[in-house]
């Protein structure tokens, strides 16, 4: 047997329903934004830490600067390019830098923040850089820039580009990073130079040139 439902309580349910569709679309618009927020988010790339790669100790401690970074250096590593792609040279890479660095130059540790390979592969250069980056509120200081040591995040890209471009993955990596790097430390993507910026030398080599196209590719990860 039915039961007649006042008018009442229809307009009731009625007053209800609507009311509960408009929360739901607020939340729909909300989760909408929010997932717009989201996707200009940078994915954290994939960097080995020294001691995945096999870096020796520093000669002694790294010095930790309180401060972030406000700005980015590009180098080439002036090493001949070489056409083994996998991931054990890219470590063997890092290496010989920590080795030069500290053997030759007398340094406590490898002088760059970070070192990406010709096959992309990016690893940690001098230690507590990628603690540093991860957290983004310090830096340490690094030794590859004279003047900007306590300041710019190093990355040095393995090889020689005087005359020749570096291969497609080492530029995207560099993109990816540089992007990651601008976003943890809030630093303009227009704060990215080339070593040549700020001391005598030929280094990044033609990287240099395509700092412009480097600095665009960076501000449209960004968003």
């Known amino acids: ?18 009311a509960a569709a408009g929360v739901t679309a607020l939340g729909q618009l909300a989760g909408d934004r929010g997932a717009r927020a989201l996707g200009t988010r940078v994915d954290q790339p994939t960097i080995a830490n020294c001691a995945t790669w096999g870096a020796r100790p520093p000669s002694s401690a790294v010095t930790v600067v309180q ?8 180098h080439h590593t002036a090493f001949p390019n070489s ?19 500290m053997d030759t130059n007398g340094w406590l540790d490898s002088g760059q923040h970070f070192t990406n390979s010709r096959a992309g592969y990016l690893t940690e250069g001098r230690h507590g850089s990628l603690y540093g980056l991860l957290h983004g509120q310090t830096m340490v200081q690094g ?27 080492l530029w995207d ?6 992007a990651f790097t601008c976003q943890q430390y809030a630093i303009p993507a227009t704060e990215i130079y080339g070593h040549k910026d700020f001391n ?5 080599g033609l990287l240099h040139g395509r700092l412009p196209e480097l600095r665009s590719a960076v501000a449209a990860r960004l968003g």
């Open 1 to 18: 047997m039915s039961v007649p439902v006042p008018r009442r309580a229809v307009l009731r349910s009625a007053v209800l329903l609507g």
């Open 67 to 74: 401060n972030r970074p406000n700005k980015i250096i590009i």
């Open 83 to 101: 056409t083994d792609y996998s991931l054990a040279h890219a470590y063997q890479n890092s290496r010989d830098i920590q080795n030069l660095h």
């Open 143 to 169: 030794a590859h820039c004279v003047g900007q040591n306590s300041q710019a995040i190093g990355i040095e890209n393995e090889g020689i580009y005087l005359n020749v471009q570096p291969p497609q993955a």
């Open 173 to 178: 990596s560099l993109v990816l990073f540089c």
């Open 200 to 204: 005598s030398t030929q280094c990044p």
